[in-house]
């Protein structure tokens, strides 16, 4: 049965209308967690200042030398230093994120607040996002040691640099398809409830290509809210400090805001949590939105 993937793609919009307090409770959680991400900077305050001057005295200008690019290298990694403390923490709010929303799709009565819980749903929905991770990552990274062995072997033979072009989008078609093939395993496993790591490959079977169309609707749908957002988040975010990207972003206005303890930081704060909790429902509903067709088809059938 062929998936209705245009239809699917709007399950985000259609989420939010039918439950407008998820967007509420889930920019919440995003909230919690800028919160966090300015408090590991506000911590690690002294690194990222000197991390900053040293990437900063470069201004616009390259590094010329292996030495200066060390050099530069060292300040940027000195500035993103409390990154490390905040993975933890990422990596706990996208499962419990991922999945209310899935939740909220494929178990409309399980409402709680903001279909939001702590259980072993989330602790299974974070094990899959690892390992479904890793094991891209390792598939992508296998392809590009080839192309790279590939490469070295066309400094000799210059004829093979074609096929060096034709291997880097060899592996960048893996791992577009791996991603659409495990593009349905959050669903599956908030409905299975187990670990099913390659479910999602017999699940997306005869799939893939309107899988790969839902993603892309989905994905410029999120952009789209994303662009339009930023008429009013961005001058929040500049004249705070954080930047176009949030907390992300650290600059010295955001230390100097940090600091002096401005409340433009919470109010900025709070209008990025609302757009990533409306972004992160776009893109991720319609992914269990076709999960929950496919159930039904192969029930009817």
């Known amino acids: 049965m062929p998936l209705a993937a245009t239809d699917a793609a709007f399950e985000g919009f259609r989420l939010v209308r039918r439950e407008p307090k998820v967007l509420i409770a889930w920019a919440l959680v995003y909230l919690v967690f800028a919160v966090i991400q300015l408090g590991a900077i506000y911590l690690n305050r002294d690194n990222v200042a000197a991390g900053l001057a040293v990437v900063e005295g470069f201004g616009n200008r390259m590094p010329s030398t292996p030495e200066e690019f060390n050099r530069m290298m060292e300040g940027y990694n000195q500035a993103t230093s409390h990154g490390l403390w905040l993975l933890p923490f990422s990596l ?29 749903d989330e602790v299974r929905v974070l094990v899959i996002t690892v390992i479904v991770a890793l094991l891209s990552g390792v598939g992508f990274g296998a392809a590009m040691m080839a192309v790279a062995i590939l ?3 066309a400094i000799m033979v210059p004829i093979l640099w074609i096929a060096v072009g034709l291997g880097v989008l060899a592996a960048i078609a893996l791992f577009i398809w791996l991603l659409v093939k495990w593009s349905l395993a959050i669903p599956i496993v ?9 479910e999602s490959f017999r699940a997306t079977k005869g799939q893939f290509w309107p899988l790969l169309g839902l993603a ?3 994905g410029v749908l999120g952009i789209v809210v994303w662009a339009l957002s930023l008429v009013v988040v961005m001058p929040l975010s500049m004249l705070s400090g954080l930047g176009p990207m949030g907390a992300g972003n650290v600059s010295e ?16 704060a709070c209008a990025n949590a609302i757009v990533s909790a409306l972004v992160v429902g776009v ?19």
């Open 92 to 120: 706990v709010i996208g499962a419990v994120i991922s999945a209310a929303v899935s939740r909220a799709v494929l178990f409309p009565e399980q409402k709680a607040y903001g279909y939001l819980r702590l259980g072993m």
């Open 151 to 153: 490469g070295a072997i």
């Open 190 to 198: 908030m409905t299975e409830k187990r670990l099913a790591v390659f």
């Open 216 to 218: 892309i609707i989905a």
């Open 253 to 268: 206005v955001l230390l100097e805001r940090l600091t002096s303890g401005s409340p433009m930081l919470l109010l900025s």
């Open 283 to 301: 893109f991720y509903a319609p992914f269990s939105a076709i999960w929950r067709d496919l159930k039904t088809s192969h029930a009817r059938g």
